[in-house]
């Protein structure tokens, strides 16, 4: 086993992949996208590129400790179209850049160089999304709402709803920081499907729901994309992408190495966490 196969996930507790329907217009348009992250003072030394930068240069001027900028391309050179009605899981084993995808895809990075074009503004669920630890629940559902657009009458008609959703009982009314991470998982799941998004994205956020939770969230994904909206989710769980996803993208190193059927891809994903195949044979799917 690999901590990139999650078998804690029982497929049997998921519920089936709705049939596919016939796609809609393209929702996220993603063209030879980029992303390099700029590390500050990581290290002495640096190559010859590096230190040849006058950019890198003026940026640790007058920082005598700092070592060069040491740029960690984390996506390169992907590209791909979603279409309204799919569901895309983004596979790939520890670092190899999904989250940095799907947080340019969501436009919360700048590429570094390439296009990312949406039809709408993508929603992003994450396990980071920022709720605020000292207010409690409650508070933080109305003001998650407000964020979203809804107006202080709607808000206040969905707390329960929300509440319940994300079944908080009691802990409705006490500080989100007394909350274990499972619920803090399933409050933000919650408060970030209480409309329904035109493209939703998702980080890992069901990894810490049980599996009532999982089976729940899993029908409300559903949901999303039978209302015609583009899910992507990002997840170490196999069982979880086959269950509520379409189609995968299998990014290793930063690269795309397939893109298909999702069962199609998982298997070869899979066959490579388990050191059966090497990436460049998922590249035959694309
Ligand atoms: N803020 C950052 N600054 C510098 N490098 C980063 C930053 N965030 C991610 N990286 C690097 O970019 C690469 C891709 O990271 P990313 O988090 O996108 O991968 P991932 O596939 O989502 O990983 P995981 O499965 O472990 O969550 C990694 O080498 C990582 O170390």
């Known amino acids: 086993m690999t901590e990139d196969t999650d078998y804690e996930v029982d497929p049997e507790n998921l519920p089936r992949r709705a049939p596919r329907k016939p796609l809609g217009p393209p929702s996220v348009v993603v063209d030879d996208l980029h992303i390099t992250y700029r590390v500050f003072g990581a290290r002495r030394g640096g190559t010859a590129q590096e230190r040849k930068s006058l950019w890198d240069k003026a940026v640790s001027l007058g920082r005598p400790d700092t070592g060069p900028i040491t740029h960690v391309p984390a996506v390169r050179g992907v590209s791909f179209v ?22 340019a895809a969501a436009g919360l990075l700048p590429p570094t160089s390439g296009r990312v074009y949406t039809s709408a503004e993508p929603e992003l669920l994450g396990v980071n999304a920022a709720l605020m630890p000292r207010l409690t629940g409650e508070r933080n559902i109305v003001v998650g709402g407000l964020a979203l657009g809804l107006n202080a009458k709607e808000v206040r008609e969905n707390v329960p709803a929300v509440a319940d959703f994300a079944e908080l009982g009691d802990f409705l009314y006490l500080p989100m920081s007394s909350y274990s991470s499972g619920m803090a998982s399933r409050l933000r799941f919650a408060i970030s499907t209480i409309r329904t998004p035109e493209i939703l994205m998702i980080d890992e956020a069901l990894a810490t729901g049980d599996a009532s939770f ?34 995968a993208l299998w990014i290793e ?34």
């Open 82 to 103: 979603a279409h309204h009605g799919e569901s895309i899981g983004i596979l790939g084993t520890n670092g190899s850049g999904k989250s940095t995808l799907l947080r």
């Open 214 to 247: 999982r089976k729940k969230s899993t029908r409300r994904i559903e949901e999303i994309r039978e209302q015609a909206g583009t899910v992507f989710f990002v997840s170490h769980s196999l069982a979880s992408v086959r269950a509520m996803c379409t189609r």
């Open 253 to 286: 190193k930063g690269k795309l190495v397939a893109d298909g059927d999702v069962d199609e891809v998982a298997d070869a994903y899979h066959a490579f966490v388990e050191g059966r195949t090497d990436a460049s044979s998922g590249a035959k799917l694309r």
